[in-house]
């Protein structure tokens, strides 16, 4: 008992000496018993390997997906009339989503009720022609006259209707209105996908410009992770590889790496699309992990000792622990082993720094 008490007095004066020492003797044996090992307060688990939740952690957010538009626009200048569904909607293509009354939209119905007006006058005018024609009664240059005046007339009014479909009006809403020869300037803005309402970007009485944003509706694709990631790392990282968010261990697929580095940051944006249906919102902040390029045993934080540029781990022995040097490379808060140690080894991962104060004061002997 007294000599355990003694061996344990030269280790808390080898630790004082830990401040001036600068060397440590790699792969060397340190010979304790299991009772000494107890009374060190020494812990020891075994090294596994790396795995996907191990690596460097970047902030992330979830967007929708980038190969779809997700904003409902407005093609025509009015003020907010009416909205017709709410945040968390379900909708379908054709949904109809606000109403605006336009006094440009007004002016265009009534361009479409004219250019109607002017192509039944031409088409009548052309059957007419066609008749006399036939009975020898005019000649082809006026026939010639009616066809192209009428062409014309179908022309006017196809690019009106065709402005009309593009701006998301639908055909019924311009049919009724050459049906009832009414302009009424209500524009009914419609869902172009199906999806769910995520956000209205606006207020009824609102005065909404040509071209503005409405409401955001994210369409049925998975939803996508946006992350800018330090330009080091970026050389790891392949398209199509797996990744994994730290939040529900959610798993992604990498789809798209930048070529340009920003200058004030030094990142990298990437892209990934979860692998498989989430509730995520667009705009939530999540933490993408990127894994090692390498395979490898994890080593933790608390295993390694520094002296120096050499990092040494304490690995169980039979006789007692060997401090082994290895090659180590930072996987986020652990560290990657590439070689030097196999997984299921016992290393230490509570007394570490007790361990290197027998090196430096007793070199392992006493």
């Known amino acids: 008992m007294k000599a355990a008490s003694n061996r344990l007095l030269n280790i808390c004066s080898a630790l004082v000496l830990m401040a001036s020492a600068t060397t440590l003797s790699a792969q060397e044996v340190i010979p304790l018993s299991d009772s000494e090992i107890r009374e060190l307060a020494i812990v020891f688990a075994p090294a596994s390997p790396v795995g996907n939740t191990d690596g460097e952690r970047v902030p992330a957010t979830v967007i929708a997906s980038p190969d779809a538009s997700n904003t409902l626009h407005s093609w025509f200048e009015g003020v907010l009339d009416q909205w017709h569904v709410a945040p968390g909607d379900r909708v379908e293509a054709g949904t109809r989503i606000a109403t605006l009354r336009s006094e440009e ?86 869902a172009d996908q199906p999806g769910e309402v995520v956000r209205r970007l606006v207020q009824v009485g609102d005065y909404i410009a040509d071209g503005s944003a409405v409401a955001i509706i994210t369409n049925d694709d998975l939803p996508w992770l946006r992350a800018d990631v330090p330009a080091y790392l970026a050389g790891e990282l392949s398209t199509g590889q797996s990744l994994r968010v730290v939040e529900r261990g959610a798993e992604l697929t990498l789809r798209q790496i930048d070529r340009q580095i920003d200058p004030q940051s030094q990142t990298i944006s990437v892209l990934a699309q979860f692998a498989g249906a989430s509730t995520w919102l667009p705009g939530q902040t999540l933490t993408l992990i990127l894994p090692p390029a390498t395979a490898g045993v994890r080593i933790p934080s608390s295993a390694v000792v520094f002296n120096g540029a050499d990092t040494t781990v304490y690995v169980r022995r039979p006789e007692g622990v060997e401090a082994r040097t290895l090659a180590l490379q ?14 299921g080894e016992e290393i230490v991962i509570q007394g570490a720094a007790v361990l290197k104060g027998i090196q430096l004061g007793l070199g392992g002997t006493e």
Not at 330 to 343: E, H, M, Q, V
């Open 105 to 190: 939209l007004l002016t265009t119905h009534q361009e479409l009720l004219g250019a109607t007006i002017a192509r039944e006058h031409a088409e009548a005018t052309l059957s007419r022609d066609q008749n006399l024609f036939d009975a020898g009664i005019i000649a082809a240059a006026r026939l010639d006259s009616s066809h192209r005046q009428h062409q014309q007339a179908m022309v006017t009014v196809s690019s009106i209707r065709q402005r009309l479909l593009g701006a998301g009006i639908a055909a019924e809403d311009m049919d009724m209105v050459i049906r009832n020869q009414q302009a009424t300037g209500i524009y009914s803005l419609r």
């Open 330 to 343: 930072t996987i986020g808060r652990n560290y990657l082993a590439a070689s030097g140690i196999n997984a």
